[in-house]
C-alpha cells in the first residue's frame, strides 16, 4: 500500500482527538458509576452498621454506670465528700430507752452521700428536700435493724453485695419497705416466695399483707390452698385469728379431699384454746358446707363436742344440713346447684 492509500484510512489528527475525548468521558461516566454504587451500601449493610453501634452505645452506657458506682462507693469506703451519716434505732431499743435519741447508744451509724440515697430512696428523697432532716448531719431512722441498714445502704452504692438469708430476711423486708428502696424489697420478696413450706406459709402471707406485698401475699395464699391439709396440721394454723381463719375457709380455691377435713379443722382450732374461741364456733361453721358431710358423719359429729354444746346457731346449722339429706335426690341435686 503506498503512503496516499495509508492516508486514506489512517484518521485524521481532528478525528483521534474526538476519539480519545470520547473515551475519556466514557471512563469519566463508568468511574462515577463505580464509584456511586459504592458510597450507597445495601439497606442490610446499614442495619448491621447501626446494630453494631447500638450495641456498642448500650455497653458503654452500662460500663460508664458500673463505673460512676464503683467510684461512688470508694468514695464512700473512704469516707470523703460524704455528707450525711445514718443510724439506726431498732423497735426494742427504742421500747427500752424512751423513744427518740436513744438511736445515739448503736453505733456510729453508716456514712453516705444525700444526692445517691436521694437518688436511690423517694423515702429519703422527701427527707432531704422537704423536712427539717435535710440540713442535719446525723439522722436516726426508727424502727429499722441496724445490720438491715447497712446492707441496704451498701446495696444503693453496691447491689451485688445484698447477701439475704433466713436470719435476716425480714429485717431487710421491714427496712426496705420502710426506706422505699425497691430493689431490696423486691430480692426479700423472691427470696420469701422461693422458701414457702406448710410450716411457713401462713406466717409469710400475714408479714406480706404487714408491707403491702401484694405478690407475696399472693404466692402465699395460693400455697395455702393448694396445700391446705399439710398447713391445717401447724402451729401457725392454730395461731390463727377467728377472721383469717373465717376469709380461709370461705375461698372456694382451698384444696381437700373431703369437707370432712374442714369441719376437723374448725374444731381443732377451737379446742386450742376453747374459752375464748367456744363463741366463734357458729360464725366459722357458716363456712364449712355441712350438708356435703355424709349423714351418718353428721350425726355422729353432731352429739360430741364441741358441737353437742355449742349455741342454737351451730344447732341452727346442723339441722339445717340433716335436712337437705332428708330431701328427695332430685331436690337435692336442685338445693345443691
Not at 448491621?48 to 447500638?54: A, D, G, K, L, V
Not at 424489697?185 to 406466717?203: I, K, M, Q, V, W
Not at 350425726?299 to 344440713?321: M, Q, W, Y
Request: with cysteine; hydrophobic share 40%.
Amino acid at each position: 500500500m503506498d503512503e496516499q492509500e495509508w492516508a486514506i484510512f489512517r484518521p485524521s489528527p481532528e478525528q483521534e482527538q474526538e476519539s480519545q475525548e470520547g473515551s475519556a468521558a466514557e471512563g469519566d461516566a463508568d468511574r462515577g458509576r463505580y464509584s456511586l454504587m459504592n458510597r450507597c451500601p445495601s439497606q442490610s449493610s446499614l442495619d448491621e452498621s447501626s446494630q453494631r453501634r447500638e450495641g456498642g452505645e448500650q455497653e458503654a452506657s452500662a460500663a460508664h454506670a458500673t463505673q460512676l458506682l464503683d467510684a461512688l462507693a470508694r468514695l464512700r469506703r473512704d469516707a470523703l465528700l460524704c455528707d450525711v451519716r445514718i443510724r439506726a434505732q431498732s423497735e426494742a431499743l427504742a421500747e427500752g430507752c424512751g423513744g427518740a435519741g436513744a438511736g445515739e447508744d448503736e453505733g456510729e451509724g453508716v456514712w453516705a452521700h444525700r444526692a445517691v440515697l436521694a437518688a436511690c430512696s423517694p423515702y429519703f428523697r422527701a427527707m432531704f428536700t422537704q423536712f427539717t432532716e435535710r440540713t442535719r448531719p446525723t439522722i436516726t431512722i426508727q424502727n429499722v435493724e441496724p445490720q438491715a441498714l447497712e446492707a441496704i445502704i451498701e446495696y444503693v452504692y453496691n447491689p451485688d453485695s445484698l447477701v439475704i438469708t433466713e436470719d435476716n430476711v425480714q429485717g431487710l423486708l421491714s427496712g426496705a419497705s420502710l426506706v422505699q428502696v425497691a430493689g431490696v424489697r423486691g430480692a426479700c420478696c423472691s427470696f420469701l416466695s422461693g422458701a414457702l413450706s406448710p410450716d411457713n406459709a401462713l406466717g409469710i402471707r400475714a408479714f406480706a399483707d404487714l408491707h403491702a406485698c401484694d405478690q407475696l401475699a399472693h404466692a402465699a395464699t395460693n400455697f395455702v390452698h393448694k396445700h391446705f391439709p399439710e398447713v391445717l396440721e401447724t402451729e401457725e394454723f392454730l395461731a390463727l385469728d377467728a377472721e383469717t381463719l373465717a376469709r380461709l375457709l370461705a375461698s372456694d380455691h382451698v384444696t381437700v379431699p373431703n369437707e370432712e377435713m374442714i369441719l376437723d379443722a374448725v374444731v381443732r382450732w377451737v379446742q386450742h384454746e376453747p374459752q375464748s374461741r367456744g363463741e366463734q364456733l357458729g360464725g366459722l361453721l357458716e363456712h364449712v358446707r355441712l350438708p356435703l358431710l355424709p349423714q351418718d358423719v353428721l350425726v355422729a359429729r353432731a352429739a360430741t363436742e364441741p358441737l353437742a354444746s355449742a349455741s342454737l346457731r351451730v344447732k341452727d346449722l346442723v339441722i339445717e344440713a340433716l335436712s337437705f339429706h332428708l330431701l328427695r335426690p332430685e331436690r337435692r341435686a336442685a338445693a345443691a346447684a
